[in-house]
Nanobody, 120 residues
C-alpha cells in the first residue's frame, strides 16, 4: 500500500512562514494531490489542491498566502505557508490519489498529519 510521510509542521509566530512536505512511497502513478486541515471540533477542510497537470485551487482563507507544488519524479508535494495567522492553527494532512504498485488500483491515501501552531 502507498504510504505518505509528512514533515515540516511546528510552532511559529503570526506572520511567519512554514513549509510542509509530503512524500509518497513507490507507486505506479500519482494523480491528484492536496492538503487538508482539521481543527478539534470542526470538520476537515480542503486547504489546497493540485491536479496531475499542476492546476491548483485554494481555500479562500489561504489564497495569496499559501502555495502548493509537486515534483512527481520525487513523489513529493509541498505547501508553502506565508503570512501565517493564529486561525491557521490545525493538524494538516496530505492527500494523494495514487496507483498501488502491487494491487494496481487507484487508492485515496492520507498522511499521518502534522501539527501547525501559530501564536499571536
Amino acid at each position: 500500500q502507498v504510504q505518505l510521510v509528512e514533515s515540516g509542521g511546528g510552532l511559529v509566530h503570526s506572520g511567519e512562514s512554514l513549509r510542509l512536505s509530503c512524500t509518497a512511497s513507490a507507486t505506479l502513478g500519482i494523480a491528484a494531490m492536496g492538503w487538508y486541515r482539521r481543527v478539534p471540533g470542526k470538520q476537515r477542510e480542503l486547504v489546497a489542491f493540485i491536479s496531475s497537470d499542476s492546476t491548483t485551487d485554494y481555500a479562500d482563507s489561504v489564497k495569496g498566502r499559501f502555495t502548493i507544488s509537486r515534483d512527481d519524479a520525487k513523489r513529493t508535494m509541498w505547501l508553502d505557508m506565508n503570512g501565517l495567522k493564529p486561525e491557521d492553527t490545525a493538524v494538516y494532512y496530505c492527500y494523494v490519489r495514487a496507483k498501488d504498485s502491487i494491487t494496481r488500483t487507484w487508492d485515496d491515501v492520507w498522511g499521518q498529519g502534522t501539527q501547525v501552531t501559530v501564536s499571536s
